[in-house]
């Protein structure tokens, strides 16, 4: 299980990294996702909107032509009817004082209304066609026969669909015309109709209404193209505006990690640098000091140490002040510093006037002559100190000791050696160095 969870923290940590790293190409890409949601929205919105003009557009049209039959039944034909020599009946051309029947008229509107429409087409079809009209007055093809089938089974619906006709994109709508008390009358009694059974209700015909839809669609693209600029443009504003705020915000917190970094680097440095000689403080010794004698202990190869103590400091500190002896260790502690070149050795302010200096893989030979080297860099800088009594200037006591770091030995006892030495230095006269294993039985 705790596998199972430090796999799944280390995952989630991975995909917030590269969702950090890639924040700019996801938030694109989502943004490009919103932009095709959106065209494809609009694009289907305007197609629905051209239908659902193609839709209201029939079904007044088709009202229209519905409203003016009954009106031409009802204030015209009906009234002619109490006329001598006055007849409504189809076949109005060939007679003398004939009018055409409500659904003749209805048809000849239809017909004007098309010659006279853009490619908008109206006809009025049945399966019962007058004799003048049987070329012309059934159904035509598919979709007039699937309308008037359905029509019959459903006459207060209506049947529409969007194909082609011809070369055109067309919208097809159809009502069912039922027969009224007066229209029963004229069919079953005329001596030409087809059919003369007719009852009050039945769908004697269909009214089809057919559009192109051309112009609206030009119209819808047209419409649909400004939309995709706008939407364009905002994205890409958006995307700008995003790439500056994030540009910023990476730079800012670049910023900040770097003000982060300086100032863990100057606290680790306060933690572990002498603040008035920038040398490694006691703690880091310690733990250097413990970290190169496991390395030596590895190596089998020898570890030195070197102790040091500025001679009478208390004298000089007391004849010169406390500031000039700050000065004075500065000095000295530079004078050190510039002796360690090589990895793993470093110089050390020990405590007060004492130094330190660790030594891995340095033998007593080579320490001796690192001492050597500071004593006479020490000399070298000639700083007075009247009350010492090695000399007229400052010096430096030191204590070497030299070990093959084993289990039967310790950094202990290495400093604890080392101290040794620098005692027998400070007793046989200041400013010289004694190792461990010359020093006098």
């Known amino acids: ?28 890409i989502l943004l490009g996702l919103g932009l095709s949601v959106a065209v494809v929205g609009t694009y289907y919105l305007s197609i629905n909107l051209v239908d659902s003009q193609a839709m209201h557009y029939s079904k007044v049209v088709i009202k229209t032509l519905n409203e003016t039959g009954r009106y031409y039944s009802s204030n015209v034909v ?26 003749t008229f ?10 006279q429409s853009e490619g908008v087409i109206f006809r009025l079809y049945s399966d019962y066609p007058f004799p003048n009209r049987q070329a012309t007055g059934g159904p035509q093809d598919q979709f007039e026969h699937a309308a008037l089938n359905y029509l019959k089974k459903h006459p207060e619906a209506s049947f529409h669909r969007k194909e082609r006709v011809g070369n055109t994109l067309s919208f097809r709508y159809t009502e069912a015309v039922r027969m009224e008390a007066s229209c029963v009358v004229c069919h079953n ?5 087809p059919k003369k059974d007719w009852k009050v209700g039945q769908v004697r015909g269909i009214v089809e209404i057919t559009q192109p839809l051309d112009h609206s669609m030009l119209i819808a693209q047209d419409g649909l193209k400004t939309i995709y600029i706008v939407l364009a443009t905002i994205i890409f504003l958006a995307i700008s505006g995003l790439v500056l705020v994030i540009g910023r ?12 970094a300086k100032r863990t680097a100057a606290l680790n440095r306060l933690a572990t640098t002498d603040g008035l000689t920038q040398l490694v403080n006691r703690r880091q010794f310690d733990q250097c000091l413990e970290q190169e004698w496991q390395r030596s202990q590895r190596q089998q190869a020898p570890f030195s140490l070197i102790l040091c103590d500025v001679d009478c400091f208390k004298n000089y500190n007391d004849t010169y002040g406390h500031q000039l002896g700050d000065n004075c260790l500065r000095h000295v502690a530079q004078v050190l510093q510039n002796s360690v070149r090589r990895s793993g050795e470093i110089a050390a302010r020990y405590g007060g006037e004492e130094f330190a200096i660790i030594l891995p893989n340095v033998n007593s030979v080579e320490a001796t ?14 700083i007075p100190h009247s009350t010492s009594i090695a000399q007229t200037y400052v010096t430096l006591s030191m204590g070497i000791a ?13 400093i604890k050696t080392s101290d040794n030495a620098l005692y027998q230095a400070k007793a046989q006269g200041r400013d010289r160095y004694i190792s461990w294993n010359e020093m006098p039985s």
Do not use: C
Not at 78 to 102: F, T
């Open 1 to 28: 299980m705790q596998l199972f969870q430090a796999k799944t923290s280390k995952f989630l940590k991975g995909l917030y990294q590269l969702l950090y790293k890639r924040v700019i190409i996801i938030l694109v």
């Open 78 to 103: 009906d009234r002619l009817k109490l006329i001598n020599d006055v007849e409504a009946i189809p076949e109005y051309h060939s007679i003398s004082g004939g009018i055409p029947n409500p659904a």
């Open 106 to 115: 209805t048809i000849e509107i239809g017909d004007r209304l098309s010659n």
């Open 189 to 193: 009694t005329l001596p030409s109709s």
């Open 249 to 260: 915000f990476r730079s800012t917190t670049q910023e900040l990690e770097e003000k982060v």
């Open 369 to 382: 002559q690192i001492a050597s080297a500071i004593r006479n860099a020490i000399h070298q800088l000639q």
């Open 402 to 414: 030299t070990m093959i770091p084993s289990r039967n030995n310790s950094p202990q006892e290495l």
